[in-house]
C-alpha cells in the first residue's frame, strides 16, 4: 500500500514552483478549474543502453558494483565472481561513452586476483577517468581475508595495474576493499575494512603516481561488531567524509549510527555522530551514506525502522558544524524488503537523490528525488526494460550532474544465469509539455475514465468512499496525466483504488492510497509501455 500524507495547496504550490508548475484558474460554482500548463524543468530519465561485458558469462555477476566517471565518459563495473583467473577470481570492465554508445574499453584482471579473492567488490573511478580502484575484499597474502585494492590507471586507451594497497596494519578477516571512494581528481582514495576492531577507514593520498597512507579513522567509541565502514563518501575536494556503522549499538543492537568527519590538513577529526532518530533493533541506519560536494547535505539510508519498516531516507543539512534533520522519506508499503536507501548516490549540487527500492512480488525500481527550495520530493520512478521480478538491483551511479544514472542488476540472467547487467538511464533536455484539461468533483463512488491529454480529478466524497480512476486505453508518447486527490474537511480518509491501463511503474493495478490533499503527475513512456510518476506531492 502506498501512503500519501497530508499537506496544505500551499506546500503544494511551492513544490510545484520549483519543479514542475501548474496555473490554474476558478471556472464554476463547485471549484472546477482548468489546468493550462505544467512544465517540466527538471531531469526527466529514460533508459539508453544494456551494458554487459564482452565475454559475459553465467555467474559473473556483472554490476555487483558500479561507479561511472563524475563526467559521465567512463563507467567501471565489478563481476566479482568472474573466473578467468581462477573461480571467483573475479574481474572488473572499463566502458567508455561516445555519444549514446557505451564500448568496453578494458577488462581490468589484477594479478594479485586469485581463486576466491573476489576481485570487484567494489569499484571507483576518478573525473576524467585515468585512474581506477579494484576491491579484492577476499585477498589473502597478508592474512586470510585481509583485502586489498587494486589501482590501475589509463594511458590513452590502454589500463595498467600501478599498485596494490593494503591497510597499514592488516588483519585476518578485514575485508579491506569492501567499500571505495576516489576524489574526483584522484588525489585521494578511502577504503574501509568492518573487520577491523570493529572497523576502520583507511585514508590514502597520491603524490604523482606514490600512494600514500595519510590516516587511518574510526569513531571515537568504535568497538567490536560496530561494522564501522560500512558504506563511506566524502565530498568533493575530499575534506570531509561520512561513514557509516551499520552494527552500532546506541538505542538498540545494530541500530546504526553515521559518523563525519573532517580534515584540516592531513589530520582527520570527528565532527559529529548521527544516531537513528528512531532507533530500532537492526535497524542499520547508515546502510546506505552520501554527501554533496560542498558537504552541506548529508543523506543516510536505513534498511528498516519502526515508521517506514520498508526502509527510510533522512536528509541532514548543515549549518556551519550543526547538522540537522531535514526530511525523512520512508517505504511506507507492508514490504519489510523494500531497501530503500540501501544503495544510493546524488548529484554534485544535491539537487537530485537516488535509491533503489526493492518490491515483493514486482520489479525493483530506481526512485529520483528532486529537491524544491529547501526540502526534496519524488520526482520519477524508472525500471529497467526487461526487468524480472527476481532481478536485483545492487549498486547505483551517477555523473556529477545527475545526466547519467547507472543501476548494477548482479543476477540478469542474458548471457546465463546470474551473468548481470549494468543499465544506463540519460536525462534527456529540459522539456516544456503543455496540454489542458478540466478538474471534476465526485462525492460518490464513482468510475472514471480520464480522455483528456491532461485531466485534474479532485476527489471530496465522504469517509471511507472509494473510487476508480481507470487511464485511457492507447495513451500517446508523451501524454500528461494529473490526479489530484483533495478533501473539504480535515478528518477526510477515503482510499482511492487507481487502476492504470497500461501499468504505472511502481504501482499495482488496483493499489489503494490514502489520501488526504495530493497531487500524483503522471507521463506515459511508450517505449516503456507505462506511465511514469515525474512528481509526486506528499
Known amino acids: ?7 496544505d495547496t500551499l506546500e503544494a504550490k ?21 489546468v493550462e500548463s505544467i512544465t517540466d524543468q527538471g531531469h526527466y530519465y529514460q533508459q539508453r543502453n544494456k551494458v554487459q561485458s564482452s565475454d559475459i558469462a553465467a555467474g559473473d555477476s556483472f554490476g555487483i558494483a558500479v561507479r561511472v566517471s563524475p563526467d559521465g565518459q567512463y563507467f567501471i563495473a565489478g563481476a566479482v565472481t568472474e573466473s578467468a583467473n581462477g573461480t571467483d577470481a573475479g574481474a572488473a570492465y572499463i566502458f567508455v561513452r561516445s555519444g549514446t554508445s557505451w564500448t568496453q574499453q578494458a577488462k ?85 575494512a568492518i573487520g577491523t576492531g570493529g572497523g576502520a577507514v583507511y585514508v590514502f593520498t597520491r603524490t604523482n603516481d606514490t ?36 552494527g552500532e ?53 536505513s534498511g528498516d525502522g519502526i515508521t517506514f519498516n520498508g526502509g527510510t531516507i533522512s536528509i541532514y543539512t548543515r549549518g556551519g558544524i550543526t547538522w540537522t534533520l531535514n526530511k525523512q522519506i520512508g517505504e511506507l508499503r507492508a514490504n519489510v524488503s523494500a531497501k530503500l536507501g540501501n544503495n544510493m548516490a546524488i548529484s554534485t549540487d544535491g539537487t537530485y537523490i537516488y535509491s533503489t527500492r526493492t518490491l515483493s512480488g514486482a520489479p525493483d525500481e530506481i526512485i529520483v528525488y528532486k529537491r524544491a527550495g529547501n526540502t526534496w520530493y519524488q520526482w520519477q520512478g524508472l525500471s529497467t526494460s526487461d526487468i524480472d521480478n527476481d532481478d536485483s538491483f545492487a549498486d547505483i551511479s551517477c555523473s556529477a550532474d545527475g ?49 483528456d ?42 482510499t482511492v483504488q487507481l487502476q492504470f491501463t497500461p501499468n504505472l511503474v511502481g504501482f499495482t493495478d488496483g493499489t489503494d492510497i490514502s489520501v488526504a490533499n495530493a497531487v500524483l503527475v503522471l507521463l506515459f513512456q511508450s517505449s516503456l509501455q507505462s506511465w511514469l510518476v515525474i512528481s509526486k506531492i506528499i
Open 14 to 34: 511551492n513544490h510545484f514552483s520549483n519543479g514542475s508548475s501548474i496555473h490554474g484558474t476558478t471556472l464554476s460554482k463547485h471549484g472546477a478549474r482548468l
Open 211 to 246: 600512494w600514500t597512507q595519510q590516516a587511518k579513522v574510526q569513531g571515537s567509541d568504535t568497538e567490536s561488531g560496530d561494522s564501522f565502514g560500512a558504506a563511506i563518501h566524502a565530498n568533493g575536494n575530499s575534506n570531509m567524509l561520512a561513514v557509516s556503522a551499520t
Open 403 to 451: 545526466r547519467y544514472i547507472l543501476v548494477g542488476v548482479y543476477n540478469e540472467d542474458t548471457g546465463g544465469t546470474d551473468a548481470g547487467a549494468v543499465y544506463v538511464f540519460e536525462a534527456g533536455p529540459a522539456q516544456k509539455m503543455i496540454a489542458h484539461g478540466v478538474q471534476v468533483e465526485t462525492s460518490a463512488t464513482s468510475a472514471i475514465t480520464i480522455q
Open 108 to 192: 581490468l584482471l589484477s594479478q594479485y586476483a586469485t581463486a576466491g579473492t573476489q576481485s570487484g567488490s567494489d569499484v571507483a573511478i576518478n573525473a576524467n577517468g585515468e585512474y581506477a580502484a579494484v576491491g579484492i575484499i577476499r585477498y589473502s597474502v597478508t592474512a586470510t581475508n585481509a583485502g586489498a585494492v587494486a589501482i590501475f590507471k589509463r594511458n590513452g586507451t590502454t589500463w595498467t595495474e600501478q599498485t596494490l594497497l593494503e591497510a597499514g596494519d592488516p588483519t585476518a578477516s578485514g575485508f579491506f576493499g569492501l567499500s571505495i571512494h576516489m576524489a574526483p581528481d584522484a588525489s585521494y582514495l578511502f577504503v574501509s
Open 453 to 494: 491529454n491532461v485531466s485534474v480529478l479532485q476527489y471530496t466524497g465522504t469517509p471511507s468512499a472509494s473510487i476508480v480512476i481507470t487511464t485511457p486505453p492507447y495513451p500517446v508518447d508523451g501524454q500528461l496525466l494529473v490526479i489530484s486527490l483533495g478533501a473539504n474537511s480535515a478528518t477526510f480518509d477515503a
Open 249 to 301: 549499538d546506541t538505542g538498540a543492537s545494530a541500530a546504526g549510527a553515521v559518523y563525519v568527519f573532517s580534515r584540516s590538513g592531513s589530520t582527520w577529526s570527528q565532527q559529529v555522530k548521527i544516531t537513528d532518530p528512531s532507533p530500532t533493533l537492526s535497524g542499520n541506519f547508515g546502510k546506505g551514506v552520501l554527501l554533496n560536494e560542498d558537504a552541506d547535505v548529508l543523506v543516510i539510508g
Open 1 to 7: 500500500m502506498q501512503q500519501l500524507t497530508t499537506i
